[in-house]
């Protein structure tokens, strides 16, 4: 299962909003990510909860949605998944996805594998220089905080769930992008905006 064996429904949410914590986003701005690594690893101390209210409302969407039943058993950035969800894990998870960009992922066993991608720039160091923001030729996407849940079609009767959850999410998070694709072959199963 998950997004290794592409025999899976990909169910993707995406989000306007820049989730990225307002005082990282500030310092990463005011010093144009001109700082070391060991400044860096100052800055997460003094700041250890970073968060962002449409980032914590869609963790928290997920576990509580239809009873918790999405809610989640691993957690982390790399696989394999190996950080249990424990009750510490939303606050950490929060802060890791909302104070750079990247990918954070969380698992339910034999459910599914979902990554959280904050699509606001990553910190990175060449030979301990910085890469300046003022040198970065990325240009950002309209849609800044991207959700993938991947769930095996193996699944009994899971996609009329997942429709659901797409039609559900894309609702709670004010967003009009949310769409379902056969992995195996990337068509479009479903479109939010057809539906509207």
Request: charged fraction near 25%; charge should be negative.
């Amino acid at each position: 299962m998950g997004n290794f064996d592409y025999n899976n429904y990909l169910a993707i949410i995406k989000v306007r909003d820049n989730i990225m914590d307002p005082v990282y986003l500030d310092y990463y701005t005011s010093t144009d990510m001109n700082f070391s690594v060991k400044e860096m690893c100052a800055f997460d101390i003094a700041h250890p909860k970073a968060t962002h209210p449409v980032a914590a409302k869609a963790l928290d969407f997920v576990c509580n949605y239809k009873g918790g039943r999405l809610k989640p058993d691993k957690w982390g950035g790399g696989h394999p998944l190996k950080k249990i969800f424990d009750d510490e894990a939303p606050q950490k998870f929060i802060t890791n996805l909302t104070s750079s960009g990247g990918t954070i992922d969380i698992r339910k066993n034999r459910l599914y594998l979902a990554e959280f991608t904050n699509e606001w720039y990553t910190p990175i160091w060449d030979d301990h220089k910085p890469l300046l923001l003022s040198e970065r030729k990325r240009v950002l996407p309209e849609y800044m905080f991207w959700i993938q849940f991947y769930f095996s079609k193996s699944l009994k009767n899971i996609y009329p769930f997942i429709e659901e959850l797409v039609v559900d999410f894309c609702e709670a998070l004010n967003t009009d992008n949310g769409q379902i694709l056969d992995q195996s072959t990337m068509e479009k199963i479903f479109d939010i905006s057809d539906k509207r």
